[in-house]
């Protein structure tokens, strides 16, 4: 049986992280029916087609009607120390708003959290758990703000200032009947989401970076959607028909995340940290780095915190070290 290896060193009470695990690649180029692909739609069906003949999808953008999404599961979730990158083709026909506009999206979300009946995205306080490229446009000029880009985080809560990402915000309007190339950069070790947007090749725009708060309490996204958002509890209405197409996400995560350690009461080593599911976790232990030895038998990840403990007192000049394996 072959087997992915993952090592976290531990010593005493401080830690360092290690190289992330390869752990998603998703193409769809659309020039086969998604539906038999894995694509599935949520809401009101008929805002998504599958354009046969042009390979891509046709979009609305429909704010008077519920929550909508074309969505792929990940297969896995991707947490706020994971990387990932996210491009796309997309092709904007027409764009009409009411109020104060809403935004048409592409990006990541949570499945279990964007389904809820009390997911309301146009609130600003009921939406966790996003990674998205949103788009509010202004074709009339009749919004004091005018058009935006905006690359958005948002974690877990989802409720406050600082529960949403930093900055991430551009005022442009984006050309009609044009394909754009987005392209979505998140890194995990500072938490930001860099945005950049091509046309015929040729670099259009850059999207200020997108950071988070210190009080950030991080995501948990297991879907990559288009999404249609409805415009209840929110400022304003968007109506917009557009392709999208060309999907290319690319992710890496440790199966380790949030990783510390200390002594009990008892003076036995423990470590603490997020698991991942389909893992195995052992903590090892070695006085000379060339001899490890498990201190007990391999845990199975929960997609929760995990805590592994040393049943024995350590040595004098023990080392500690997390091996994560995946069959």
């Known amino acids: 049986m072959s087997h992915v290896r993952w090592f976290a060193a531990l010593l005493a009470a401080s830690s360092f992280a290690a190289a992330q695990t390869p752990s998603i690649s998703l193409q769809e180029d659309f020039s086969a029916d ?25 979009v609305t953008w429909d704010s008077s009607q519920t929550n909508s999404y074309y969505y792929h599961a990940l297969g896995t979730v991707l947490r706020s120390d994971s990387d990932f990158n996210l491009s796309f083709d997309l092709d904007l026909t027409d764009a ?55 690359a958005v985080l948002v974690d877990r809560v989802g409720v406050g200032t600082n529960n949403w990402s930093t900055n991430g915000y551009l005022g442009l309007e984006l050309p009609m009947s044009t394909v754009l190339r987005v392209e979505l950069a998140y890194t995990g070790v500072d938490q930001t989401l860099r ?9 259009l725009t850059t999207v200020p970076d997108a950071g988070v708060w210190p009080a950030f309490l991080g995501f948990e996204v297991d879907t990559l959607a288009v999404e249609s958002y409805s415009d ?34 008892a003076g036995h080593w423990l470590v603490q940290f997020t698991s991942s599911t389909n893992w195995l976790y052992t903590l090892e232990r070695t006085t000379d780095f060339v001899h490890w030895s498990p201190t007990a038998a391999a845990t199975t990840g929960t997609g929760d915190r995990l805590v592994l403990r040393d049943p024995s007192s350590p040595p004098v000049g023990a080392f500690y070290r997390v091996s994560a394996t995946r069959p």
């Open 34 to 58: 998604p539906a038999g692909r894995g694509w599935h739609a949520f809401g009101d069906a008929a805002l998504f087609s599958w354009d046969s003949t042009h390979q891509n999808l046709h």
């Open 195 to 203: 945005t950049t947007i091509w046309q015929n090749g040729t670099l």
């Open 232 to 265: 209840d509890n929110g400022w304003g209405s968007l109506f917009a028909h557009g392709t999208v197409g060309h999907i290319v996400f690319t992710a890496t995560r440790s199966p380790l995340g949030t990783l510390t350690g200390q002594f009990d009461a």
């Open 96 to 150: 009409a708003i009411g109020g104060y506009g809403a935004e048409l999206a592409v990006g990541l979300l949570n499945l279990t959290n964007a389904t809820s009946p009390a997911f309301f995205r146009g609130s600003g306080a009921d939406s966790p758990n996003l990674v998205e490229f949103d788009y509010f446009p202004d074709p009339a000029g009749v919004l004091w703000f005018g058009p935006s880009i905006t």
